[in-house]
């Protein structure tokens, strides 16, 4: 097993140096095709893993592959550790980068930078297969950075496009933010721990609870708490949570693929998987976990009304994975770590399918993305519309679909818990039902239903996308519909993941509930004696009467409540203050430092001062290699006897 | 009386197999050399790339294993002395390949070069096996007298002939105070015999003036060897009077036999006065990092240039030496080996460069590279990067450990002053990178070479890459012939 554990990274690997560095002489059809073998060569291998550590309940495997050095009795190494956890993941990030890749051929047809694309894409499949595979704190951090890294390359794709530009930078910077914590959090770990290795770590863990550090004088902090904020504040940075929340929209600059893949179904979601992967230690902590919690479901509200204003496609879309994220971390924080995962799973099918779908009408389009012009979409492009259906349903919770189930474990959960904050997040994660339903079906009516509001040029030209489009929505669409009813008994409430996730007897609300139900069927007949379902459907009822029925509404609606109106516009002020105090500040201070520190410290007295003298030195060091061989005897000479006299007087 | 018979033993001829085999197949190349005209010249090359491939064979056949004294206790084979025999033996074989293009271009393709490169060799692996005082110099004086006329090879080229004289003369000077000290200690200790000298040191204490003295001797003739400061003058001027393949041959090879001089002669003869030399080793180990870099900046000649990288580098090297213990020897083991590789690398790329009437020995030289090619560019930027200790290239692992190392004995100014002058370093290597990649191309020939020079010289760089990927091999072995 191990070989196939080794080849499911390295073969997108090697697909994307192929298309990376020989693209430009294999030319387009080889590029992607060496890419997408290597991603599907992943997607086979993962799914044998799968079988192998799921199916057949095989022990985990947790091995070293290569030790890079030891440097102070710490290894760095390269490892895996494959669980059900990381089988799981290695299905998703697999699957849907599968998909995303084929459809690529389709969405960046006509794009000259092909090659580029493919290899990038590859490259992150890559990245983020390291970061879920990883036994050790060290390539975890490899494989964030990397994904890190590749995203920022791809939001800036288009790198002539000035807004592209400036997403991507945003994003970078957000990231740092984000990074900057998880690497204190990592440097915590190994102050206290002595090793980043995970199984050794969380060996460790419950001897560090009860522990205090004092960082200032007189306030002992306790180390665990510290450390998982600090972890998290790193999930916050790449899974987008409020505040870091900031770039994620303007990522949507990036090609529409990407949106699916990176900053939808996988990448966003590798903060999420990593506090999971981290529950031996966030167990030990409940203010961290009500800190998760609070964070969590602050996103998944507000972040949900925002979708409501928004009129380019893809930003509804973008916003909608805000609120689902802050779903998943809400989970986090209320120990249903199963549940968050199970979210994330089922989420990143249907999004990555509303993503696609979004893209595939952006292409009919002809590359618009105002909602505002379009209309009436279903007659021309009957399997866009009915995927895009799907994925809207699913992503409502509509009963029987995917999303459904993972997102009622999840407020179920919620119900049950007693952490602080835990009666804000079930307030929150209820009304963000209503929310979701209501800008999912504004956007699906304005796009499918309705007057056909664009121009008749564009009309005429509008059609049903080729094969490569279409089949990734097909195959999307079907998990969509019925991971959920599967995966639901294990996942949401079972004890699926065994030893990979660690929940205390004291947090262990999702047991509990287990008892209300016996099987996917029954569930949802349970449903309807609960909220959800019936907010979920006012939230449809009222997209349609507002969209459909008075299309004149929204606009007096909008008159009305201007100042509200004018605030979700400005997305709360976070881009406008973060512009102003954040980007501004340090753009004074950077001036500051510039004229004060590098101009005249550094430049002036550091730099040209200690170039001056040591090229002073060196003119001077120059003169004794006279070239006289006398000269060169006489130093030897000066250099013994400066030697002897030493030996003696010392 | 039969004991006394006995005085005479027959020598263990199976221990001196390499050496044996070294010397015979360069008599055989003097010989067959005469016969050939210069048509055929090439078959004296092909024979010296024989010789040592032979000679890599028998080595690595004898390795493992017990140290064995042989020849009345005044020679050693040993793990650490087969390991560095062998680095000797690939990088000359390495500097023969580089050279023979360069030579054949200029009419310097001569059988000399090679009979007086494999002489060399043998002093080398005298040297690295040496387990007596004698033999320590035996080995030192048939280096240093290949050396002398390697220099002086182009005898109508003025500069060579100067550098050649220069060489000469400061090198017996430094062979007089090298024998001078030990006659010395032969004074006190009554044995040149180096772990009978080790043994008579420990046990009669080390508080003599004139054992004192005479380790002062000993280490200003190392030091000379070395070429650390203030012992250092003839380095630049030889590197730049020499031509290329002989400074190719004298920077690489013997600093791989003086850390055995100074393994065999400071450590295994003369711990005893550890704290002595460890302290004048300190001196000389500040200076030669100071000067080395600091001096490197202003120089024009690529050639002089790393001369003085040299320099610094050796101040490096001792560094693990003056931190002493088997993590601070395997340290500077590791870093010698790795800066052969290094230094045979960088004078390779300047081999590739040049061509008959051209030597790319300037700075400018190397102006747009990456316009001219975008291959070599990247091979002289790792080995750039490798000198100046940047990550992953393994000359940063080379840095670490001996650094380590230092901390480790609690000197931590010394490890301060180290870093400091690398940065200073750092400098003048990062500046070839900017202007190979930053600055516009003087002149835009194409770079014309023979297919093994460009296969080497390409393995030579990625190698860089590749040990600092996976330094854990090469560093295991250093530690274990240390240990």
């Known amino acids: 097993m191990q070989s196939i554990y080794l080849a499911i990274p390295l073969a997108p690997l090697l697909g994307a140096m192929i298309a990376g560095f020989f693209g430009w002489k294999i030319g387009r059809t080889a590029s992607h095709i060496a890419a997408i073998t290597g991603v599907a060569v992943a997607f086979v291998l993962s799914v044998i893993v799968f079988k192998h550590i799921v199916i057949d309940a095989a022990e985990p495997f947790n091995g070293t592959v290569y030790t890079w050095m030891v440097s102070n009795g710490i290894n760095f190494q390269i490892g895996f550790l494959i669980d059900k956890l990381t089988a799981v993941m290695l299905i998703v990030v697999t699957f849907v980068s599968l998909m995303v890749h084929i459809y690529t051929i389709g969405y960046m047809h006509d794009d000259p930078g092909y090659q580029r694309f493919f290899s990038y894409i590859a490259l992150f499949t890559f990245s983020m297969l390291m970061l879920v595979m990883s036994n050790n704190f060290l390539q975890l951090f490899f494989g964030w950075e990397a994904v890190g890294l590749v995203s920022y390359l791809l939001i800036g794709f288009w790198y002539k496009k000035p807004t592209a530009i400036y997403a991507n930078l945003k994003a970078f910077l957000v990231n740092r933010v984000g990074d900057f914590g998880f690497l204190l959090g990592i440097a915590a770990v190994l102050m206290y721990t002595g090793s980043l290795d995970y199984a050794e770590v969380f060996k460790q863990a419950p001897s560090l609870s009860g522990r205090t550090m004092e960082i200032f004088d007189g306030h002992a902090w306790s180390i665990l708490t510290v450390t998982c904020i600090l972890l998290f504040i790193g999930a916050m940075g790449k899974s987008a949570q409020v505040p870091l929340h900031v770039w994620l929209p303007d990522s949507m600059e990036g090609p529409t693929p990407i949106s699916a893949l990176i900053h939808a179904a996988t990448m966003v979601t590798a903060g999420i998987f990593m506090v999971a992967r981290m529950s031996p230690l966030f167990e030990l902590t409940e203010t961290a976990l009500s800190f998760v919690l609070v964070i969590g479901a602050t996103t998944a509200l507000f972040m949900g009304f925002l979708g409501l204003v928004q009129n380019d496609i893809k930003r509804v879309v973008a916003y909608s994975t805000l609120s689902q994220l802050g779903y998943m971390t809400v989970a986090l924080g209320v120990s249903a770590y199963s549940a968050g995962i199970f979210h994330l799973m089922t989420h990143a099918f249907f999004k990555a399918l509303l993503f696609l779908g979004a893209g595939a009408v952006i292409i009919a389009m002809h590359h618009e993305q105002d909602m505002r012009k379009m209309g009436g979409l279903r007659k021309y492009m009957p399997i866009t519309w009915i995927t895009s259906l799907i994925g809207s349903l699913a992503l409502i919770g509509t009963p029987g679909f995917a999303g459904f189930y993972s997102k009622d474990a999840i407020i179920v959960a919620v119900r049950e818990s007693s952490l602080a904050g835990a009666g804000y997040a079930y307030m929150a994660v209820l009304i963000g039902v209503f929310i979701t339903a209501l800008y999912s079906f504004r956007m699906y009516f304005m796009v499918f239903h309705g007057k056909e509001r664009m121009d008749d040029h564009t009309r005429e030209h509008l059609h049903e996308c080729s094969k490569v489009v279409t089949v990734p929505l097909i195959l999307l669409a079907i998990p969509s519909v019925i991971a959920g009813a599967i995966f639901v008994d294990q996942m949401a409430f079972g004890g699926f993941f065994g030893s990979a996730i660690v929940v205390d007897e004291s947090h262990r609300i999702a047991t509990e509930v287990t008892h209300h139900f016996d099987s996917w069927w029954g569930l949802i007949l349970h449903s309807f004696a609960d909220y959800p379902v019936y907010l979920a459907a006012g939230g449809v009822f009222t997209a349609w009467f507002l969209y459909m029925k008075r299309p004149d509404l929204p606009d007096m609606i909008q008159q009305r409540f201007a100042l509200v109106h004018k605030v979700l516009v400005n997305k709360y002020g976070f881009d406008r203050f973060n512009e102003i105090v954040f980007a501004g500040g340090s753009r004074l201070l950077g001036g500051m430092f510039w004229r004060v520190g590098d101009e005249k410290l550094i430049d002036g007295l550091v730099v040209n001062g200690s170039a001056k003298s040591i090229g002073w030195f060196s003119s001077i060091a120059r003169r004794f290699q006279s070239g006289y061989l006398y000269h060169y005897a006489f130093v030897m000479i000066i250099g013994l006897l400066l030697l002897l006299t030493w030996i003696v007087f010392r | ?483």
């Not at chain 2, 400061?229 to 036999?257: C, E, N, R, S």
């Not at chain 2, 004078?347 to 040049?354: K, N, Q, R, V, Y």
Request: charged share 10%.
């Open chain 2, 1 to 483: 009386m039969n004991n006394e018979m006995a005085v005479i033993e027959m020598p263990n001829l199976a221990l001196v197999m390499p050496e044996m085999f070294l010397l015979g197949m360069t008599c055989v190349l003097l010989v067959l050399d005469l016969f050939l005209n210069d048509r055929n010249r090439i078959i004296t090359y092909l024979l010296a790339q024989l010789t040592l491939f032979g000679a890599v064979v028998i080595t690595f056949s004898q390795m493992g294993g017990e140290a064995v004294t042989g020849f009345s206790g005044s020679f050693v084979r040993d793990s650490m002395g087969d390991i560095l025999k062998i680095f000797i033996y690939v990088v000359t074989a390495i500097v023969f390949l580089y050279s023979r293009q360069y030579l054949q271009l200029r009419n310097m393709f001569r059988g000399e070069y090679y009979a007086l490169g494999l002489f060399g060799v043998l002093g080398m692996m005298i040297m690295v096996s040496a387990h007596s005082f004698l033999t320590v110099y035996l080995g030192l004086e048939l280096l240093s007298l290949s050396l002398y006329s390697m220099v002086a090879l182009n005898r109508d080229s003025e500069a060579s002939t100067e550098a050649a004289m220069k060489y000469f003369v400061l090198g017996a000077m430094a062979s007089g105070m090298l024998l001078y000290g030990m006659s010395m200690i032969y004074g006190i200790t009554g044995s040149l015999d180096i772990k009978e000298v080790g043994s008579y040191i420990a046990n009669n204490g080390a508080n003599n003036i004139i054992l004192s003295f005479g380790l002062v001797f000993v280490v200003v003739g190392l030091a000379f060897k070395l070429g650390a400061v203030p012992f250092h003058m003839w380095v630049p001027d030889i590197y730049q009077g020499a031509q290329t393949p002989v400074t190719l041959y004298l920077g690489a090879a013997p600093k791989i036999a003086a850390f055995a001089m100074v393994m065999r002669l400071l450590v295994d003869g003369m711990e005893a006065l550890y704290v002595d030399w460890q302290q004048m080793l300190t001196i000389m180990a500040v200076l030669s990092l100071a000067l080395g870099n600091v001096v490197a900046i202003a120089q024009t000649n690529i050639k002089r240039m790393l001369a003085y990288s040299t320099i610094s580098h050796v101040g490096f090297l001792l560094l693990g030496i003056i931190a002493a213990g088997p993590d601070g020897y395997s340290a500077s083991m590791f870093y010698v080996l790795i800066y052969a590789l290094m230094s045979t690398g960088a004078f390779g790329m300047i081999i590739l460069l040049s061509r008959a009437g051209f030597e790319a020995d300037t700075l400018d030289d190397f102006k747009g590279l990456n316009e001219r090619s975008k291959w070599y560019a990247f091979i002289m930027l790792l080995i750039m990067f490798s000198m100046a200790g940047v990550p992953p290239t393994v000359g940063f692992f080379a840095k670490l450990w001996v650094l380590e190392a230092v901390l480790n004995v609690d000197m931590v100014w010394l490890a301060a002053v180290a870093v400091l002058f690398s940065v200073i370093g750092a400098y003048y290597y990062i500046r070839i990178v900017k202007l190979m990649y930053f600055d516009k191309a003087e002149d835009n020939s194409v770079i014309v070479a023979d297919v093994d020079l460009k296969v080497v010289v390409s393995a030579n760089g990625i190698l860089m890459l590749v040990l600092g990927l996976f330094p854990g091999m090469l560093m295991a072995v250093c530690q274990q012939v240390l240990a």
